[in-house]
């Protein structure tokens, strides 16, 4: 169980990246009980208008290629910490196989099989994990896993998964 602080994050709202409107949405039942994190297991983005761009492209991959009403993941935040609105607070995802609808899942931009997540994006992820819970969104002792502790998969690569811990700790 993970306890948090109140922090404010700075989010990039869906209309600043120019998501395309949802096919449909389904709002969580409650506060999520979970957190679940992933790696997007693309190269990592730099810069807010290539950051920008990257999360569009994913987004239309996950509606084009994968059938997916939206954007899978609620959150992604950029290797500079940069949060950015996926499907958001209180929406049910679609990131985690028959997982999505009591969590929350966040996408670290980049791949973290080889790569180390940066501190910018683990304190991002912190502060906005603690601004979940301050508003309501996120049960105040909510439970933190890898998409690997859920599934078959690797996500979220091998050293973001060796990071979780820190994202536990307040």
């Known amino acids: 169980m993970c306890r948090v602080m109140e922090q404010k994050v700075s989010i990039v709202s869906r209309a600043e990246w120019g998501a395309a409107a949802p096919k449909k949405k389904e709002s969580l039942k409650g ?10 297991a693309l190269p990592s983005c730099e810069g807010l208008k290539k950051c920008k761009d990257h999360v569009a492209s994913i987004q239309r991959g996950h509606m084009t290629d994968r059938g997916f009403d939206d954007i899978g993941y609620n959150f992604l935040v950029a290797a500079d910490g940069t ?7 209180g929406v049910v995802g679609a990131h985690t196989k028959g997982n999505n609808h009591d969590s929350v899942g966040i996408a670290f931009m980049g791949n973290f099989n080889n790569d180390t997540p940066s501190k910018e994006a683990i304190l991002s992820v912190k502060q906005l994990l603690q601004s979940g819970v301050s508003e309501g969104f996120l049960h105040k002792e909510f439970s933190l896993f890898g998409h690997r502790d859920l599934g078959s998969t690797e996500c979220p690569g091998n050293k973001l998964y060796a990071a979780l811990p820190q994202l536990k700790t307040t």
């Open 31 to 40: 506060s999520a009980q979970r957190v679940i994190i992933h790696h997007t």
């Open 83 to 89: 949060v950015f609105e996926g499907r958001g607070w």
